[in-house]
């Protein structure tokens, strides 16, 4: 396949900066109209070189045979949101486009992304949400220096918004770094850092060695207390993008840091739980991820059933988009699984790339050459090239069920 973007230091700097500005309970949270869709899954992908590039929502029939092409099967997203920092729930699209001031809900119909209703919003960038029921989504993120949150009833699109009392920042630090949300039995967990816009010294931009996790009591979006821990930066990267924690079947909340988020270099990417019932991390327990990788970090983690979850891990390093693999690690234990025989992943570093079904996990991977879901089965340990996306597709920047 194509490389989509070679970066330069700068574009780099500008699109990383974009990205660090800006969980799923049972109940039904009312009706909800059906998007009309063909297929049980989708995929956004992305053709051209920057800055001239467009993004499609394509229908992905099988996950495990066939080919995906745009070929009278993609509804062009460009111009009604950004990119790949879209949330999709149920078959309905969501994305908050900072850069025009809407907040939108949309869904695929005959080939084309529709528009059910957008609504002026201009309260934050963001980064980071969570599903409290299935028809109210929680976004964070920040604006005028200042963590903030919007609560969406996604039924109507109806908005309210408010300003969080985060930690106050340390001197020389002029913004958050808005990192992984969970909601869990009432509480919203929410980690966060702090961060510098003073790109003059890029890449040496300044790091503050610590990060915070904010406990919020939902619907009032008080903070009732802070996490906080010194061992590693940036809890849990963009979600928007792809997520970095999970709560597992015993109520227990975990998250992977991803310190080259915002810049750090040196910190490792670290695995954390918070257990079910507590307010603090578990204090028997801190997962050094890196130090089985290489150093290497974890862009992204899914949890895939029996304690055990996949990461998308990262080149050691300071670039960006690299070449990232996937590993299995044991999060219960706290353990290093293997790295999985999979072709180099060529994708950038913002991607949502696995679907859990029935016990196993759909791997999207941009290769060198042919790209391929690919099917891993933790039970027998075996992997399995399954659909294949053809037709000068540059990236596969998300791999979605929607139904």
């Not at 025009?100 to 059910?116: F, M, P």
């Not at 990417?269 to 257990?275: L, T």
């Not at 290497?296 to 300071?318: D, H, L, P, S």
């Not at 027998?380 to 053809?390: I, P, S, W």
Request: one cysteine or more; a negative charge; aromatic letters at 12%.
């Amino acid at each position: 396949m194509s490389k989509l973007i070679s970066f330069s230091a700068k574009a780099a700097t500008i699109m990383l900066l974009a990205f660090t500005l800006n969980s799923c309970s049972d109940d039904t949270g009312g009706e909800k109209p059906e998007p009309v869709e063909e297929g049980k899954y989708s995929a956004v992908l992305c053709v051209g070189s920057w800055p001239n590039t467009a993004y499609y929502i394509a229908d992905v029939p099988s996950l495990t045979e066939g080919t995906i092409s745009l070929q009278g099967n993609g509804a062009e997203m460009t111009g009604k949101v950004y990119a790949q920092d879209v949330i999709q729930k149920d078959g309905f699209y969501y994305h908050a486009n900072f850069g025009s001031g809407r907040l939108g809900k949309y869904h695929v119909e005959n080939g084309a992304l529709l528009v059910d209703k957008e609504v002026p919003f201009t309260h934050l960038n963001w980064s980071s949400y969570a599903w409290v029921d299935n028809q109210t989504l929680v976004i964070f993120g920040t604006g005028e220096s200042e963590g903030r949150y919007a609560i969406i009833k996604v039924a109507d699109m109806s908005v309210t918004t408010g300003k969080l009392n985060l930690e106050a920042r340390p001197a020389g630090f002029d913004d958050y770094n808005i990192g992984f949300a969970e909601y869990r039995d009432g509480k919203l967990f929410l980690g966060y850092g702090f961060a510098s816009t003073d790109f003059t010294k890029y890449p040496d931009m300044a790091v503050y060695q610590k990060f915070n996790v904010a406990v919020i009591n939902y619907p009032a979006m008080s903070i009732e207390s802070t996490i906080s821990d010194i061992r590693t930066t940036s809890p849990g990267g963009s979600p928007v993008y792809a997520p970095g924690s999970f709560i597992d079947e015993n109520n227990d909340l975990y998250f992977i840091s991803d310190p080259v988020l915002n810049y750090d270099y040196k910190s490792p990417s670290s695995v954390y739980r918070i257990k079910s019932g507590s307010t603090q991390l578990d204090p028997t327990y801190y997962f050094d991820f890196s130090s089985k990788v290489n150093n290497e970090m974890g862009a992204a983690m899914w949890y895939i059933g029996n304690g055990k979850a996949i990461v998308r891990t990262r080149v050691a390093g300071q670039s960006i988009d690299t070449d990232h693999s996937f590993s299995v690690i044991n999060v219960k234990t706290g353990s290093f699984i293997k790295k999985l025989a999979l072709p180099a992943d060529k994708g950038e570093r913002m991607v949502q790339a696995v679907i859990v079904e029935d016990g196993k996990a759909y791997i999207a991977v941009n290769a060198a050459d042919k790209d391929y879901i690919w099917e891993y089965d933790p039970a027998t340990d075996k992997l399995t090239h399954g659909a294949e996306f053809v037709g000068g597709i540059d990236y596969i920047l998300r791999l979605e069920k929607t139904k």
